[in-house]
């Protein structure tokens, strides 16, 4: 399983930036299968940022656990508030609608995690080898650029994926 040993700081604007690019593939009608990438990143983003939150608020209940169980109750949390509703109103379990079959919104969204993760560890990696940041923004830039290269992969290849079923 891919789950970070602690719970690397994701900024307000990262997700911010994640969420707005969510709302805008939904406004212009782009395959399910690319709005879940964002999803799912957005998801990461969320539950990260809880994590920082929570520990900030230094709760007493919080300190037996260990940090990756919070990281995964977080996503959990969030996971759960996501897709019931998605469900719900026929958004996402559509027969006609999947990918290798799974439901697009279900797999994109499990890109996008894989991909905001990938876009954290980068940043992570290039400050600990260069020690510091190489330009502004690059903790919000790396995950949004995994994101975007994720989506276009996805746009542009992904229909071969619908030939496999």
Known sequence: MVLPAKAYAVCPVCTIAVGAGLGLSRYLGIDDSITGVWAG????????????????KNFKFLRKLKERDVTLISFAFWVSITYPPLFWAGIIGHPFNTILGIDKLVFGSIIGVVAFLLGVFADEKVRKIKGRQLFQFQKVLFPVISLIIFSLVLYFYGGYLYKIQ
């Open 41 to 56: 990143g957005l998801m990461v983003s969320v539950s990260l940022w809880t994590v920082n939150w929570l520990k900030g």
